[in-house]
């Protein structure tokens, strides 16, 4: 690693010629100030030169930047420099920023990475709302969410701002949250600008709307790059998404995908996924599992032939994945082995099979089920939910009475979740199912 040197000694003259000026005029009252991105300790591990965001010493100001500065006004963030001249702002540590304006003047490009957390524009400490922008109102500029960090914005985020100002947002791994609208291409004339999710990264929306990609000049194009990534907007948005998709703003694997949504209306949320496209490791299901009608105390099996062979196995009973061990044998196998079938067994079974050869080929078998012949009366609540959460269940004998939990599931999708209450067979109870 090289460090490049600059101009320290310019700019702290500089530097203190603007404090020694402006000294007297902020002792008097508080007022808001602009910080210009003006890096000098600044390194290169040769993919391109960056410094910190936490130095004082890259700001024009020799502070890092916050909210608020020494006299109480709010602080103006803005990362920009000359084309072809950019030092990439590396942000490690968590901020709380009044507003952030990732190319002001010119273009930038900033990191948030190290699992920091960026909050900007929340309207903190009594402050109002403000919009953070990448490529507005210049770019080229571009901002990239790392594994594990997050960037929250309490207005909206505003991508691009026409041709020679375009914006570029990547969420490799973190997350990105907008309490405001997104809009890639809202404004400006000309230009495209690019939201691409990748790495298990998560875009979380308030809204959705008929711009958020594009204002019919300026384009935007959203990619969800694997199908481990997602995208969730409040309220059912559905409706805009095949317009997108047959307009190409709207894609998955660079557009070699196929892009999946679903509204689960008692969340209220909607969900936004992807599709690898199929290749020679795509696993496929040459004989799928059946039901099973059985009688309690017997063994059962449960089958699944795939081709080709080179494959993982996960069972999944009730949309959640199956260990080894009680009456469950075979769960990371073609065949699921069900030993002494009981209340607790039966249910809905189905089979998760990955390439090993390339882990973003899933394919998922039809789901099936396990069930006894004869009559059994037993309560059964229904759970809709959002996959990957747990919820618990408990019951009582009277409404107001105390509620015992006796389940908890942690769901595997948006599909109906059905738990069987096999406790007491017979008499009244009363059910509360509350997220953990």
């Not at 791994?173 to 691409?196: D, I, K, S």
């Not at 209340?343 to 998760?352: F, K, N, R």
């Amino acid at each position: 690693m090289k460090k490049i040197s600059s101009f320290q000694a310019v700019k702290t003259l500089l530097v203190a010629g603007l404090l020694a000026a402006t000294s007297l005029t902020f002792n008097a009252t508080a007022q808001n100030t602009d910080t210009h991105w003006s890096p000098f300790d600044v390194l290169d591990d040769g993919n391109g030169p960056y410094a910190y965001f936490a130095d004082p010493a890259n700001w024009d100001s020799a502070v890092v930047p916050g909210y608020t500065n020494s006299n109480g006004g709010t602080v103006r963030v803005m990362v920009s420099q000359a084309d072809g001249s950019h030092v990439t702002c590396v942000i490690t540590n968590d901020a709380e920023l009044n507003q952030l304006m990732i190319g002001a003047g010119n273009g930038g490009d900033v990191v948030v990475t190290n699992g920091a957390n960026v909050k900007t524009g929340l309207g903190t400490y009594g402050g109002g709302i403000q919009w953070p922008g990448v490529g507005f109102p210049d770019g080229p500029s571009a901002l990239n969410i790392g594994p594990g960090a997050r960037f929250t914005c309490g207005d909206h985020l505003w991508i691009g701002q026409g041709t020679g100002n375009e914006g570029t947002v990547i969420v490799n791994g973190g997350t990105l949250e907008v309490h405001g609208q997104l809009g890639a291409g809202w404004n400006g004339t000309g230009g495209t600008n690019y939201v691409t999710i990748a790495n298990g990264g998560k875009v979380l929306l308030n809204t959705w709307a008929g711009q958020t990609l594009g204002n019919g000049s300026s384009v935007g194009i959203m990619n969800l790059a694997s199908n481990n990534c997602s995208v969730i907007v409040t309220n059912n948005q559905t409706g805009f998404f095949p317009g997108l998709v047959a307009a190409g703003k709207l894609i998955a694997y660079g557009g070699a995908g196929t892009v999946t949504w679903s509204y689960n209306p008692v969340a209220n949320i909607t969900t936004i996924g992807a599709k690898p496209p199929t290749n020679t490791f795509t696993p496929v299901i040459t004989v799928q599992p059946t039901n099973v009608v059985t009688s309690y105390g017997n063994t059962v099996s449960l089958n699944a032939a795939i081709a080709p062979e080179s494959v993982n196995y996960q069972w999944l009973f009730n949309g959640s994945p199956l260990s080894n061990g009680g009456a469950i044998s075979g769960a990371q196998t073609a065949t699921l082995t069900i030993t002494g079938v009981s209340t607790a067994t039966i249910g809905s079974y189905a089979v998760q099979i990955t390439s090993s050869a390339q882990a973003d080929q899933v394919t998922t078998s039809t789901t099936v089920g396990v069930s006894t012949s004869g009559l059994h009366l037993y309560p059964v609540i229904t759970i809709l939910g959002v996959p990957g959460d747990t919820y618990v269940t408990s019951a009582s004998t009277t409404v107001n009475g105390t509620y015992t939990p006796f389940a908890t599931n942690t769901l595997g999708s948006f599909a109906p979740f059905y738990l069987v209450d096999t406790n007491s067979p017979f008499g009244s109870k009363f059910y509360k199912t509350f997220q953990q």
